[in-house]
């Protein structure tokens, strides 16, 4: 099948940036969409953005525009996030979906801890 894998989590202080990265490997024969979500503890899931197949459409949540910025590869298999200013509210496990071939598919997630 498909696996999709985030990497660059980590602990920072408010104000600080991170990158995160989601690499899609396996079985692909078509793709489209992709995009980053995330989940607090005691929280749904959220959309913070997503991309389109050739990176020309974008949608943020409100939380987080004009902050981060959601592009991928040319290759179309590797989506980043680029989390600038980053507050204590933006605390969760970010997950990685994207569609490939006819279905979608999550990451692993990875956490993001913003404190002081």
């Known amino acids: 099948q498909v696996q999709l894998v985030e990497s660059g989590g980590g602990l920072v202080q408010p104000g600080a940036s991170l990158r995160l990265s989601c690499a899609a490997s396996?079985?692909?024969?078509?793709?489209?969409?992709m995009g980053w979500y995330r989940q607090a503890p005691g929280k749904q899931r959220e959309l913070v953005a997503a991309?389109?197949?050739?990176?020309?459409?974008?949608d943020y949540a409100d939380s987080v525009k004009g902050r981060f910025t959601i592009s991928r590869d040319g290759d179309k298999n590797t989506v980043y996030l680029q989390m600038n200013s980053l507050k204590p509210e933006d605390t969760a496990v970010y997950y990685c979906?994207?569609?490939?071939?006819?279905?979608?598919?999550w990451g692993q997630g990875t956490q993001v801890t913003v404190s002081s």
């Open positions: 979906n994207g569609r490939f071939n006819q279905d979608y598919y």
């Open positions: 396996g079985s692909i024969f078509s793709r489209y969409g």
């Open positions: 991309i389109s197949f050739g990176g020309g459409r974008t």
